[in-house]
């Protein structure tokens, strides 16, 4: 059973930093399994923000991300941490941990594609 916990999130300024981490159990599994972050914030789709292979190093990140926010894995901790600076408030979200099995890269993508999700935590960008 996989079941993960996120934590670090809370209330911030525009433009500083935060890292939320991901506490992970029972991700045994095979190389093709993915733990990606997700947002979702108030009235919208929930949204792809960064995602790993289990089997490799490469990260993969949204667009709307890509150069201020930097996913990292602690494989002996089993966590994963996502380190976002210039923080903007249209990040504001509530942020959260998903494990996808048997992902292929043309899917990590898709939330629906991913079969354990962690509670989310909240990240608010106050201008």
């Known amino acids: 059973q996989v079941t993960l916990a996120e934590s670090g999130g809370g209330l911030v300024q525009v433009g500083d930093s935060v890292t939320v981490s991901c506490a992970t159990s029972g991700v045994t599994l095979p190389g093709s399994t993915v733990v990606a972050w997700f947002r979702q914030a108030p009235g919208k789709d929930r949204e792809f923000v960064a995602a790993?292979?289990?089997?490799?190093?490469?990260?993969y990140y949204g667009d709307s991300v890509k150069g201020r926010f930097t996913m990292s894995r602690d494989k002996a901790k089993k966590t994963v941490s996502l380190q976002m600076v210039n923080l903007q408030a249209e990040d504001s979200a509530v942020y959260y941990c998903?494990?996808?099995?048997?992902?292929?890269?043309?899917?990590?993508?898709?939330?629906?594609?991913?079969?354990?999700w962690g509670e989310g935590t909240l990240v608010t960008v106050s201008s």
């Open positions: 790993i292979f289990r089997s490799d190093s490469n990260k």
């Open positions: 998903a494990v996808g099995l048997n992902l292929i890269l043309s899917s990590i993508w898709t939330p629906s594609r991913y079969q354990y």
